[in-house]
């Protein structure tokens, strides 16, 4: 099991440039989520899919910022433009949905908009 | 308010001692309660689960869970310096999958 797998490991991007984050889940695990982590606001819920399916993205900050998830084994989340505002650390994480309580993260991205 | 209420900290102990961490919640909704350890640029890694009230001994590590009085809490006996790190409590209702993290205590055992 080799785990939540996220790309890129740190992202230093310019101001207004669109920036993808990728995430590949266990394989098997139904649900799907990301957060965003930052020293004011902790560890914040952006969206979460079962089933490759969006549930709530109601944590989604604004329309920069959208995720898809083609298939049960990749999810990207992307900004468009990005701002500085945006610089965070960007988690990915899953779980079952039968006997599967707990959630596995990856090791995130940490994104740094200048 | 924030649902999950979590003192940052950060919270400095020697090492031998027992730790107490504590987190309230104002949603009576919620069902399942975990405890995360995070070390520096890692992800959030899962420590304990309970569902609903009562305790949980895994090792040196208890969590507690009174729903009555909405309060969590992280027992961690015989501390350690690798327990050094930041510890997040979560939870999440069952009905709606969105897990709910307290803000984090940053914990340093020192040697």
């Known amino acids: 099991d080799a785990g939540v797998i996220q790309s890129p490991r740190h992202e230093v991007t310019e101001m207004g440039q669109e920036v993808t984050l990728r995430c590949k889940p266990i394989?098997?695990?139904?649900?799907l989520f990301w957060y965003r982590q930052t020293m004011m606001r902790g560890l914040e819920l952006l969206i979460y899919?079962?089933?490759?399916?969006?549930?709530?993205d109601s944590g989604m900050p604004e329309d920069r910022f959208s995720a898809k998830m083609p298939n049960a084994s990749f999810s990207t989340l992307k900004i468009q433009p990005s701002e500085p505002r945006d610089s965070a650390v960007y988690f990915c994480?899953?779980?079952?949905?039968?006997?599967?309580?707990?959630?596995?993260f990856g090791s995130g991205t940490r994104l740094t908009v200048v | 308010q924030k649902e999950v209420e979590q003192d940052p900290g950060p919270l400095s102990v020697p090492e031998g001692a027992i730790v107490s961490l504590n987190c309230t919640y104002s949603?009576?909704?919620?069902?399942?309660f975990m405890w995360y350890r995070q070390y520096s640029r890692k992800g959030p890694e899962l420590l304990m689960y309970?569902?609903?009230?009562g305790n949980k001994e895994d090792g040196r590590f208890t969590a507690q869970v009174d729903k009555s009085s909405k309060y969590i809490s992280l027992f961690i006996r015989d501390s350690q310096p690798s327990d050094s790190a930041t510890y997040l409590c979560?939870?999440?209702?069952?009905?709606?999958?969105?897990?709910?993290f307290g803000q984090g205590t940053r914990l340093t055992i020192n040697p």
């Open positions: 994480a899953s779980r079952r949905a039968r006997g599967g309580y707990g959630y596995t």
């Open positions: 394989s098997g695990h139904d649900y």
């Open positions: 899919f079962n089933n490759n399916v969006p549930i709530d």
């Open positions: 949603n009576s909704a919620f069902q399942y």
């Open positions: 309970t569902y609903s009230s």
């Open positions: 979560a939870m999440y209702s069952g009905r709606a999958q969105k897990l709910v």
